[in-house]
C-alpha cells in the first residue's frame, strides 16, 4: 500500500440505495423493472425493494400518494469495515452534524450504521456489511451496479465541503465552479456529482449497464414506450462512459444508463489530480461540436 494511502483517511467503499418517495408505488416499480432493468425482490403497500445486481437493493421506493412528483430523500453507502465507520462518525460528530438512527427497513440488512443529514437536508446513511444474495437477478437486460448520485445544490460550497472533509470522498475532475466529481473507494471515477444550482434536488442516479448495447436497448425501449429522453447519447470527457439519460418525475430523478464508467487503478486513486475543465460542453460530451452547443442538456 502507498504512503498517500496509509495516511489518508479513508472515506465510504461505493453507493449501494436510493431512496425514493413516489405517488404511486405499483407504477413506479413497472417503471423501474421495464426501463432501468431491476429485479422487485419484496414489497408491500408502503415500500418496495428493487436490485440490480447482488446487493440487496439499489433502489427502495416509497409509497408517498400526496405527492404529484417522486422525491428522493436519502442515499446508501457500504463502508469497508468497523474501523472506517467509527473514523466516519468520529468526523461527523466532530464537524458539528447530528448522528441519526438508520432507516427501519436497513437496520436488518446491515451489521453497523448510522445516518447524518448533508447540508441540504439529503439523508446520507452509512454502514458495513450490506446484505447480498447469493446470485445475480436472472435477467439479462439489467444493470450491474448503481455507481453515483448527481446532485444539484444552492449550497455548493458547504455541500463540496462535507462530502470531502468530513467524509473522505476525493476530488476526481471540476468542470469550472460548477460542477465537481468525487470519487470513493470503490473507486469509480465519481460515485457523487455535485453541481451549482439555485434550488436543490437530486438530478440523476446512474447504472451501469453490462455493454454498450444494453444501453442502446434501454434507450430503444425508453422511445417505444414514449418516456422522455432528457438527454440523448453522451460521451462523458471526465468518466469516458457514454450514456442517456431518460425522466419521468413520477418515477424518481433522470436514471442514466451508461456504458464504461472510469475505474481508476489502487495508485491513480491515491496519486490523481482533479483537472479544473473550462465549462464547455466539450468538457461534458466529447461529441459536442462547439463552445455554445449546449441543446443537449
Not at 428493487?50 to 405527492?67: F, K, M, N, T, Y
Not at 448503481?146 to 468542470?175: C, M, N, W
Request: net charge negative.
Amino acid at each position: 500500500m502507498t504512503t498517500e494511502a496509509t495516511a489518508r483517511r479513508r472515506g465510504p467503499y461505493g453507493m449501494e440505495y436510493a431512496r425514493i418517495e413516489v405517488p404511486d408505488l405499483a407504477a413506479s416499480i413497472e417503471f423501474l423493472q421495464y426501463h432501468v432493468g431491476l429485479q422487485l425482490e419484496q414489497h408491500d403497500d408502503e415500500y418496495a425493494f428493487l436490485r440490480a445486481d447482488l446487493e440487496h437493493h439499489s433502489i427502495e421506493l416509497v409509497a408517498a400518494p400526496q405527492r404529484t412528483e417522486s422525491w428522493t430523500t436519502a442515499v446508501g453507502f457500504s463502508v469497508e469495515n468497523d474501523a472506517v465507520l467509527d473514523d466516519l462518525r468520529e468526523r461527523v460528530t466532530a464537524a458539528g452534524h447530528e448522528v441519526f438512527e438508520l432507516a427501519d427497513r436497513v437496520k436488518g440488512l446491515v451489521q453497523r450504521g448510522f445516518a447524518v443529514r448533508d447540508p441540504n437536508g439529503l439523508i446520507v446513511e452509512l454502514f458495513t456489511e450490506f446484505q447480498e444474495y447469493a446470485e445475480p437477478p436472472l435477467i439479462e437486460l439489467r444493470p450491474l451496479d448503481l455507481v453515483h448520485p448527481f446532485l444539484a445544490t444552492d449550497k455548493y460550497d458547504e455541500t463540496l465541503a462535507f462530502y470531502t472533509r468530513v467524509l473522505g470522498f476525493q476530488e476526481s475532475d471540476h468542470v469550472g465552479d460548477v460542477t465537481v466529481f468525487l470519487r470513493s473507494e470503490d473507486r469509480y471515477h465519481h460515485s457523487l456529482a455535485i453541481q451549482r444550482n439555485n434550488e436543490f434536488y437530486v438530478a440523476h442516479l446512474c447504472f451501469m449497464m453490462k455493454s454498450f448495447d444494453h444501453v442502446m436497448r434501454g434507450r430503444a425501449r425508453a422511445q417505444y414506450k414514449q418516456i422522455p429522453i432528457a438527454s440523448d447519447l453522451v460521451n462523458h470527457s471526465a468518466s469516458t462512459s457514454i450514456a442517456f439519460y431518460m425522466h419521468d418525475t413520477r418515477h424518481g430523478p433522470r436514471y442514466e444508463l451508461c456504458d464504461r464508467h472510469r475505474v481508476f487503478t489502487p495508485e491513480e486513486h491515491e496519486t490523481h489530480r482533479a483537472r479544473r475543465m473550462a465549462v464547455d460542453p466539450r468538457n461534458i460530451d466529447v461529441w459536442r461540436p462547439a463552445a455554445d452547443d449546449w441543446a443537449r442538456f
